[in-house]
């Protein structure tokens, strides 16, 4: 069975083997202005508190740090929209493994810049049927929207979309700043964390990639190594 990495990795070929020479060069251009960034020397680290929020819940309702806490681990992820294909490949990976998450006691929530209903904004817009087709419109775990990336922001995450990466945007027909409604291109790395119950940062998965993300074996590792980490502190009291 592939891994997530692999399917990423299996899309990028698809891209580069199917896209005009002009776009893929603008891709890359983008991609390694974007692994340029000192995304990982600002964001969150181990031992450090996951900033409180509460935001607006895809669905109704809100999703709060402490009611999270309060039931166990939180495995809180970042993804920039729909419109990303890598991401959607994200949210589905992580969707068919879920009942591998939440049987450790944690629960998994991402968290995304993307108002809901972005693919009937993408629909409306006239973007071609094949880039919205692989869009992830449901999922058994929270997607919370985080309007105007105020968490990410605290994290330490966001950045601009490169020029180049907008100039594709474009041309396909997707307006990222309609999506997210703040006007922006600013988006988030796509960093999982896995956090205690405590509130502090067990393990921080910072790929400063967009085209890289957390494998779910890695996600489940961490969470059992929380798990044996805070039996031992338990042991001591």
Known sequence: MPTLNAKIRDAIQHF???????????????AGEISALDIVERALRPKMGVPGFELEKYGGGTGKLKDYLDRGPLVLTFYRGVWCPYCNLQLREYDGRLHEITRLGASLVAVTPEMPGAVDRLQAAGVPEDVISGAVTSVGFDVLH????T???K????????????????????DVKA?????????????????????????????NNYRKRTEVDSIIEALRDLAQADGAEKAYV
């Open 179 to 207: 999506l997210t409604g703040n006007g922006s291109y600013m988006v988030a790395d796509p960093a999982t964390y896995v956090v205690g119950q405590d509130g502090l940062v067990f393990r921080a998965f910072v790929p």
């Open 155 to 174: 994290c330490g995450l966001v950045f601009e979309l490169p020029k180049s990466h907008r100039d594709v945007l474009d041309q396909i027909g997707i």
């Open 16 to 30: 580069r083997g199917t896209l005009p020479p002009e776009i893929t060069s603008l891709i890359e251009q983008g």
């Open 146 to 149: 985080d309007a105007g990336n």
């Open 151 to 153: 968490l990410a922001e």
